[in-house]
């Protein structure tokens, strides 16, 4: 139960923080969705630099799973083929990159095409 109010809490804040830079963002640039670019680049940066560090368990729940879990799942997937490049496995990173990114966007797209489907 302490595992999941951790995650919980930071989630909280994470999703939050995520909108109002998201309003706030997207405000200037009607255009172009660079709120979530930015959020995106500073998720990954942030969670860059914490897993440099030497984070207790606890802090590690409640800021790179719950907090940046919630502010942009991109982090994680970043970390993920990061880590995999820099292990050079080359093939695993591939894979992880092109299931997430083709894959994410084929179920996006999936999803509108079911909404329209059934709402016409």
Do not use: P
């Amino acid at each position: 139960m302490k595992t999941i109010m951790l995650i919980s809490l930071g989630a909280i804040f994470g999703a939050v923080f995520r909108w109002k830079m998201g309003v706030w963002i997207n405000g200037w640039f009607h255009s172009f969705f660079l709120g979530t670019l930015t959020i995106n680049i500073i998720g990954c940066f942030v969670i860059g630099l914490l897993l440099g560090l030497n984070l207790q368990d606890s802090t590690r729940l409640i800021v790179i799973t719950g907090f940046l879990g919630s502010f942009t799942t991109f982090s994680a997937f970043s970390m993920e083929v990061s880590q995999s490049l820099l292990a050079e496995k080359w093939l695993n990173a591939f894979i992880i990159f092109s299931c997430n990114s083709f894959g994410g966007i084929f179920a996006t797209i999936c999803g509108i095409y079911i909404i329209k489907i059934f709402t016409n």
